[in-house]
Every structure is written in structure tokens, then in C-alpha cells.
């Protein structure tokens, strides 16, 4: 009785706060609902799936790792924004200045808006993801694989600045 006392007590505390979660968000318990549109595409090079890629994989996480209700308009928070740049370079040159290495790199400018907390919002914040190839290989043959990996990461970088404002 006396070790299940200390173990009740930090349950009732950590649940009392209201924002606390074991996912590692900071949400206020007031907050219910997101509006998570589709990214648009502004980026100069062309990539026809990434931005609903992007968009769909950022709902997937916030269904995941958060309770709110997704909605299509109105929500408390809501996050948008658009993809902005979609460049490759070369990342590693040989001595004979040959590219042995290229990178390819997503930007994202995002738009976040808490509704109940606007303090919390921002507008125009800019993430960036890249990924790194080797230049034996044509981008069309790597592209869907790096553009997984750059989008988890860019997906990532937006969840922990929104709701776990890291």
C-alpha cells in the first residue's frame, strides 16, 4: 500500500496538468480538433505527388500520436503551407570534379495557427529536409525513396514545433 500511494499521487498529478501526454505533445485539453489541408506546390522543379504525399503523412501523425479530430475546416489548430523548393545539387565532388554524391532537398514553408492559444501560432516558418545519393544512380530511379525519407524528417520537424514545441 504504502509504493502503490507515490504511484497514484504522480498519476493524479500528471493528469490533472492537462497538457501533459506520454507521446510527448503538449496539447491543452481544450483543444479538439485540426484542420490539415493540402500542401500546395509552388516549387520551381516538378514533383507531382509530393505535396499530397507530404500532406497525407502529416495527417497519418497526428492521428497516430494525437487524439484531435480531423476536420476540414475550422479547427482549433490548423497547419498549411506550401512546398517551396525542390532542388538537387551536388553534395560530394571527386578530384576530378565530377559530382560523386548529389543531394536532393525539400523546403516547406509552414502556417500554423492555434485558434484558443494564438500566442503559440506562427506564420511563415521555414523546414528544410535533404537526402544524399549517389550520382552513378539517375534521380527518377532513387526519387520516391529519398522523397519517403525527406518527408518523415520534414514531418517530424513539423509535428515538434507545433504540438510539442521543441
Do not use: H
Not at 491543452?28 to 500546395?40: G, M, R
Not at 532537398?105 to 506564420?123: A, I, L, Q
Not at 532513387?142 to 510539442?164: G, H, P, R
Amino acid at each position: 500500500m504504502k509504493r502503490l500511494l507515490p504511484i497514484l499521487m504522480l498519476s493524479m498529478a500528471l493528469s490533472g496538468c492537462g497538457i501533459y501526454s506520454f507521446s510527448g505533445t503538449s496539447i491543452q485539453s481544450d483543444i479538439k480538433s485540426i484542420t490539415l489541408p493540402t500542401f500546395e506546390y509552388k516549387a520551381l522543379r516538378v514533383n507531382p505527388s509530393l505535396a499530397n504525399n507530404l500532406s497525407e503523412k502529416l495527417r497519418d501523425n497526428f492521428r497516430r500520436m494525437t487524439k484531435l479530430e480531423q476536420v476540414e475546416m475550422d479547427g482549433d489548430l490548423q497547419i498549411d503551407g506550401e512546398i517551396t523548393g525542390y532542388d538537387v545539387r551536388a553534395s560530394a565532388v571527386t578530384a576530378d570534379e565530377v559530382a560523386a554524391q548529389n543531394r536532393l532537398t525539400v523546403t516547406v514553408n509552414v502556417r500554423f495557427t492555434n485558434r484558443k492559444y494564438p500566442e503559440d501560432s506562427f506564420d511563415n516558418k521555414s523546414f528544410s529536409a535533404y537526402a544524399d545519393y549517389d550520382s552513378t544512380n539517375s534521380l527518377d530511379a532513387v526519387e520516391s525513396t529519398l522523397c519517403e525519407e525527406i518527408i518523415e524528417k520534414i514531418v517530424e520537424d513539423i509535428f515538434n514545433a507545433t504540438v510539442a514545441q521543441w
